[in-house]
């Protein structure tokens, strides 16, 4: 029971009716579902509710038979200032609620996170029905106000019923909350069902993606070498590295024939401490046996690609950037004719290859495609890399204007990739990031070129064995993308 001294704070406060009715309750409903209360006015039961209902886990509204069994927490972890919430309730439901006991006061306020119901084959034959007809299981965030006390007491309250959990040492960043969500769902589900749950679910995305940019952004970054050939170059190489010093130092060597060097600076972001040593190495040996200008910038923890590219461009010295991929290497490459294609407002794209020597594209198509997935029709978004397996001489021979380009090799100025971003940190893997950087950049009127004046081969091969669970990933940047082609 609350002490005396929660009770008389409660009955002092302002009672927040609009977080109470976003969970469902209402007086009536609550008098109605608790017949020894028949005689409690309106205020009376809403002051009851919160001292005494909650941690009787009364009912409050229409969430099933009234058993204890209605609504279950599974686990919860709690970050700095996010909270995850996993569970199952008798009912599928679209809303949750989060109260807090710390400080022995009850706060009324709502904190209204983002709440993704999916399907548990647990919970359907424990409830006697068939497995994945109704949503029974949840995951739900919260994002926590700044001065949130990590050891309160905490009530979840959905389905008609709630749920008093007791804070502790949990997870300490938000990163390993973050994967706890990425993690929990990745397992339960395939693809096309991870996909078709995110469609349905636009809060949870936006709240996730928030949050996921947030906690990785203010992550450290310094400079672990430096060769300082030049103060002033011309252009800036950019790219992110994840470990994998042997295929860092192949794309040195190939870079270092093949393009056009002087007046260039080179600057990679190891991303993450893996292989640290080893990247080092690399750069020490372009930059002192080789003698151009190189700068490795070291992050302490993985900051994802798209945050690692963002990071690489700030530290961008020249007026002008391409941003590459390290899995390349490039068939031509003109400064000068890129920099007057890029003059007036343009993103110039490569013309990428593969090893056999075909077209492996020529700028992206982005397809949308009617999915149906337990009775939840949306449509899907893939890509399609335009001129794949042609040649040359069947994709136009000039520069030209395409609506999606592969981001394997990009070239702009630093303002227009830096007012860009150049990435999304609300994309959570290098998928689609490409896409968003397209759509984003034509709704600001720029212009984006695929040109014969960068061309480059493209292997395709993985910057690092990172374990991530990439079906959720992928899924969550392709409904990312849905989202805004559909706004």
Request: some cysteine; hydrophobic content about 45%.
């Amino acid at each position: 029971m609350p002490t005396k001294s929660t009770t008389e704070q409660v009955e002092r406060a302002p009672v927040r009716w609009a977080a109470l009715d976003a969970i469902g309750w209402s007086p009536e409903r609550y008098r109605a579902l608790n017949p020894d209360l028949v005689s409690f006015g309106n205020d009376e039961l809403v002051r009851h509710y919160l001292v005494h209902g909650i941690l009787e886990n009364r009912a409050f509204g229409e969430g099933g038979p009234g058993s204890r069994a209605d609504l279950q927490v599974d686990r919860f972890v709690i970050s700095e200032n996010l909270m995850v919430v996993y569970g199952w309730a008798s009912d599928e439901v679209d809303e949750l609620m989060l109260l807090s006991l710390g400080g022995g006061q009850i706060l009324t306020d709502a904190l209204i996170g983002a709440t993704l119901p999916y399907w548990r084959a647990d919970v359907a034959t424990h409830l006697g029905i068939q497995p994945k007809t109704v949503r029974h299981g949840f995951v739900c965030l919260f994002e926590l106000p700044a001065a949130f006390d990590r050891r309160s007491e905490f009530v979840v309250c959905m389905a008609g019923r709630a749920k008093h959990l007791v804070g502790g040492a949990r997870a300490t960043d938000d990163a390993a909350a973050l994967l706890e969500v990425y993690r929990h769902i990745d397992a339960l589900h395939v693809y096309d069902e991870i996909e078709s749950l995110l469609t349905q679910a636009p809060a949870f995305m936006e709240v996730l993606g928030r949050a996921h940019e947030g906690a990785l952004a203010p992550t450290p970054v310094h400079t672990l070498y430096d060769s300082s050939c030049c103060s002033s170059p011309r252009v800036t190489i950019c790219a992110v590295a994840l470990g994998n010093a042997a295929q860092l130092k192949v794309w040195m060597m190939a870079m270092s024939r093949q393009l056009p060097m002087d007046d260039v600076e080179v600057v990679v972001l190891a991303n993450g401490l893996a292989e640290i040593d080893g990247l080092k190495q690399c750069c020490q040996w372009f930059g002192e046996v080789l003698g151009h200008q190189i700068r490795l910038l070291v992050a302490a923890s993985n900051i994802g690609f798209n945050l690692g590219v963002n990071r690489v461009v700030e530290e961008a010295r020249a007026p002008w950037v391409m941003v590459t991929n390290t899995d390349v290497r490039y068939k031509s490459c003109d400064w000068d004719a890129l920099a007057e294609q890029a003059s007036q407002d343009t993103i110039v794209a490569g013309r990428q290859f593969n090893s056999a020597g075909a077209i492996q594209a020529d700028g992206l198509q982005i397809r949308r495609t009617p999915k149906v997935v337990h009775g939840h029709f949306y449509r899907a978004v893939s890509s399609a890399l335009i001129g794949r397996n042609t040649f040359e001489a069947e994709v136009p021979s000039g520069p030209h204007e395409v609506e999606f380009f592969a981001a394997a090799a990009f070239f702009a100025s630093k303002k227009v990739l830096q007012d860009l971003g150049p990435f999304s940190g609300r994309f959570l893997y290098a998928y689609h990031e490409d896409t968003d950087l397209s759509l984003r950049a034509r709704k600001l009127g720029y212009r984006l070129l695929v040109s014969p004046q960068l061309q480059l081969v493209h292997y395709e091969s993985s910057a690092a064995n990172v374990d991530l669970p990439k079906a959720f990933l992928i899924a969550a940047n392709a409904v990312r993308i849905s989202f805004d082609l559909d706004h």
